[in-house]
């Protein structure tokens, strides 16, 4: 199994910037992608960024040109740069990764971390 350890959530005025870290327990798993997802109260978990083994990423537009995904698959590290946050970003974020061992392809989950944008 490969467990995510995430930081850097907190407290933050609409208009700042926050830089979420996650760090898989072992690093001799295949990464085949990486992403964070993010749940705000009474919300089904949305996607914000994800970015695959080629370096491509995805965003959905409520994010887009605002939020940054990096990542290194081989160290098992995921980023997620939040820059120009609004109050409706506040939710807690998910990382998470898939990975292959032997064929099978599996999901792993960080515990979540919580942003909250003041307005």
């Known amino acids: 199994q490969v467990q995510l350890v995430e930081s850097g959530g907190g407290l933050v005025q609409a208009g700042g910037s926050l830089r979420l870290s996650c760090a898989a327990s072992r690093t001799n798993r295949k990464i085949i992608a990486m992403a964070w997802y993010r749940q705000a109260p009474g919300k089904q978990r949305e996607l914000v960024a994800n970015i695959t083994i080629g370096g491509s990423t995805n965003y959905p537009s409520s994010v887009k040109e605002r939020f940054t995904i990096s990542g290194d698959n081989a160290k098992g590290t995921v980023y997620l740069q939040m820059d120009s946050l609004k109050p409706e970003d506040t939710a807690v974020y998910y990382c998470?990764?898939?990975?292959?061992?032997?064929?099978?392809?599996?999901?792993?989950w960080g515990q979540g971390t919580q942003v909250t944008v003041s307005s």
């Open positions: 998470h990764i898939k990975w292959v061992w032997l064929g099978d392809s599996y999901d792993s």
